[in-house]
Structure formats: structure tokens, C-alpha cells
């Protein structure tokens, strides 16, 4: 059995919020509370821990993108996310 952990560790990236923009816009962004573990949250999903997605989800640790970030990230197309896709989503995490 693969290291999901490891994996997902590997896969670890940064990425400005111009190169995200298709992924909001096809709604695969998910924000992860700088509170969480961004690698924790990828294992989670990765692994069909829906319990755990669901704690997160309940303490707004993870959202979708709101309208008055998606505004502020577009006046801002430069403004860094530590990122990690695990399919479909990509998680991002603002530096």
C-alpha cells in the first residue's frame, strides 16, 4: 500500500492566484485554515475520511473560496498559496 502521506507531502506546492483561477472557476478550490494541516486535510480526503472532512467543514476549517476573497484574491492575481492537489480538488492554503 502506497504512503498517501508521503505522497501528498511530496506533491506540496506553491502557486500564485492567477494559475488557480481555472480551478475556482471549474469550483475545485478549497480553502484550508492555516489552523490545519494542509497535508492532513489531503490524507483525509485522499483516504475517504469523511468524519474527519466533516469536523473541518463544521468549524468552517475548510470552505469554499468566498465571494469577498475570490474579489480580493482578483484585485491581487500575484498573491501566493501553498497548494496540493488531490483530485478533483485543489487545496490552498494563503501564505
Do not use: C
Not at 30 to 36: A, D, G, K
Not at 45 to 70: C, G, M, R, Y
Amino acid at each position: 500500500m502506497p504512503d498517501i502521506r508521503a505522497e501528498l507531502s511530496e506533491n506540496l506546492d506553491e502557486a500564485e492566484w492567477e494559475w488557480l483561477i481555472p480551478h475556482a472557476q471549474r469550483d475545485a478550490v478549497i480553502v484550508v485554515s492555516q489552523l490545519v494541516d494542509l497535508v492532513d486535510v489531503g490524507v483525509a480526503i485522499a483516504s475517504d475520511k469523511t468524519s474527519d472532512v466533516q469536523v473541518w467543514i463544521d468549524e468552517a476549517l475548510i470552505t469554499k473560496p468566498s465571494n469577498e476573497q475570490l474579489g480580493k484574491w482578483n484585485t491581487n492575481p500575484s498573491q501566493r498559496f501553498h497548494t496540493l492537489i488531490v483530485q478533483p480538488y485543489v487545496l490552498v492554503q494563503e501564505q
